[in-house]
């Protein structure tokens, strides 16, 4: 038997560039290398066989610390988090802890532009209504689990992405989009000249990139926890963020914290803007995690998706009197700040 033994939160994921190479990160030392495939499964074949390597990798890996004596590695604080299953969630609170100025050996996604993505640029936005007063606007806000049977006009998805996504814009990007830390993923069910499918959307371009053809209506109500909204509805909004980089640009004991709040609040203003264009929506934090991993291209411990909206139109034309009162029994409850 070895002496050695891989640190707790060891993450081994393969680097897709060609390169026989895998990446190694751990939170807890603050490191991410990359290594020669080759050169580890021989150190791990040596290690199944209980020699040790005390050259070369070994070396390296324990000097970065990836490597650890046996029973050397007990932090009693982690299996609080592990028995709550927030392991995910410790993974991005101890990168979040890393010192702003270390970069911790990554260069950040944020800096790198799209080139050559095919992106389908939606048309232009419906005009919101001049006298629409944001009171009224919040008031009348209702969350809606059935929608009308029709397809939702163009502008009108397109006036959801625009006016509630507006604060993801960066208005000096024309038709390059670069990564944001919020990555945007849309279900589209029944939008009037667009394909049904799984779409990533950028918020600078104003477009959308196919990322899986089909209805999918089923398979996302499935990874709702049944939820029935989507089998009815126009769309559904994933607000999805790269953890690393928003640690990178973030960084502090907060930065979960304020992570939380800032998809709340795209969130609420995506709500609001639904509902000035006379939409109705519903939010559903919860999600089957490993199947959506499947679905959508989510890097797992990367990538993660916070919060789920489904949007559609109401199968009443007149849903709600003067004060925002439902005059029907299509929508549950109000979802007013």
Same mark, same amino acid.
């Given at each position: 038997?070895?002496?050695?033994?891989?640190?707790?939160?060891?993450?081994?994921?393969?680097?897709?560039?060609?390169?026989?190479?895998?990446?190694? @990160?751990?939170?807890?030392?603050?490191?991410?290398?990359?290594?020669?495939?080759?050169?580890?499964?021989?150190?791990?074949?040596?290690?199944?066989?209980?020699?040790?390597?005390?050259?070369?990798?070994?070396?390296?890996?324990?000097?970065?610390?990836?490597?650890?004596?046996?029973?050397?590695?007990?932090?009693?604080?982690?299996?609080?988090?592990?028995?709550?299953?927030?392991?995910?969630?410790?993974?991005?609170?101890?990168?979040?802890?890393?010192?702003?100025?270390?970069?911790? *050996?990554?260069?950040?996604?944020?800096?790198?532009?799209?080139?050559?993505?095919?992106?389908?640029?939606?048309?232009?936005?419906?005009?919101? %209504?001049?006298?629409?007063?944001?009171?009224?606007?919040?008031?009348?806000?209702?969350?809606?689990?059935?929608?009308?049977?029709?397809?939702?006009?163009?502008?009108?998805?397109?006036?959801?992405?625009?006016?509630?996504?507006?604060?993801?814009?960066?208005?000096?990007?024309?038709?390059?989009?670069?990564?944001?830390?919020?990555?945007?993923?849309?279900?589209?069910? &029944?939008?009037?000249?667009?394909? %049904?499918?799984?779409?990533?959307?950028?918020?600078?371009?104003?477009?959308?990139?196919?990322?899986?053809?089909?209805?999918?209506?089923?398979?996302?109500?499935?990874?709702?926890?049944?939820?029935? &909204?989507?089998?009815?509805?126009?769309?559904?909004?994933?607000?999805?963020?790269?953890?690393?980089?928003?640690?990178?640009?973030?960084?502090?004991?907060?930065?979960?914290?304020?992570?939380?709040?800032?998809?709340?609040?795209?969130?609420?203003?995506?709500?609001?803007? &639904?509902?000035?264009?006379?939409?109705?929506?519903?939010?559903?934090?919860?999600?089957?995690?490993?199947?959506?991993?499947?679905?959508? %291209?989510?890097?797992? @411990?990367?990538?993660?998706?916070?919060?789920?909206?489904?949007?559609?139109?109401?199968?009443?034309?007149?849903?709600?009197?003067?004060?925002? *009162?439902?005059?029907?029994?299509?929508?549950?409850?109000?979802?007013?700040?």
């Amino acid at each position: 038997m070895t002496s050695w033994g891989w640190r707790k939160l060891t993450v081994i994921s393969p680097v897709v560039d060609g390169e026989a190479k895998v990446k190694l @990160s751990n939170p807890i030392v603050g490191q991410r290398i990359e290594v020669e495939l080759n050169s580890l499964l021989e150190l791990l074949e040596l290690h199944a066989l209980g020699i040790d390597n005390s050259v070369n990798l070994q070396e390296y890996l324990a000097e970065q610390g990836f490597l650890v004596k046996r029973n050397s590695d007990y932090i009693s604080d982690l299996e609080h988090w592990e028995k709550r299953g927030w392991g995910q969630v410790l993974d991005y609170y101890l990168w979040s802890c890393v010192l702003f100025g270390k970069r911790v *050996n990554k260069e950040s996604n944020y800096s790198n532009s799209l080139i050559d993505v095919n992106i389908k640029s939606l048309t232009i936005p419906v005009d919101l %209504p001049e006298d629409m007063i944001l009171g009224e606007v919040i008031l009348r806000r209702r969350t809606l689990r059935r929608y009308a049977d029709r397809l939702l006009a163009e502008s009108h998805f397109s006036g959801l992405l625009w006016y509630g996504l507006k604060s993801l814009r960066n208005p000096s990007v024309a038709k390059v989009d670069k990564s944001h830390t919020f990555v945007i993923f849309v279900a589209v069910y &029944a939008v009037e000249g667009i394909e %049904p499918g799984l779409y990533r959307y950028y918020p600078d371009s104003h477009g959308l990139e196919l990322l899986v053809k089909g209805a999918l209506r089923e398979q996302i109500s499935h990874l709702l926890f049944g939820q029935n &909204a989507p089998l009815t509805a126009a769309c559904s909004v994933f607000l999805g963020v790269d953890l690393y980089d928003y640690a990178c640009f973030h960084p502090g004991e907060g930065s979960l914290r304020a992570l939380f709040i800032e998809v709340g609040r795209i969130g609420h203003e995506l709500l609001i803007g &639904a509902s000035a264009l006379g939409l109705g929506g519903l939010t559903a934090p919860a999600m089957r995690d490993r199947e959506a991993e499947q679905l959508l %291209p989510l890097e797992k @411990s990367q990538r993660m998706i916070l919060y789920t909206l489904t949007f559609g139109e109401s199968r009443t034309s007149e849903m709600r009197d003067d004060f925002g *009162n439902s005059n029907t029994c299509e929508c549950s409850h109000s979802t007013n700040l």
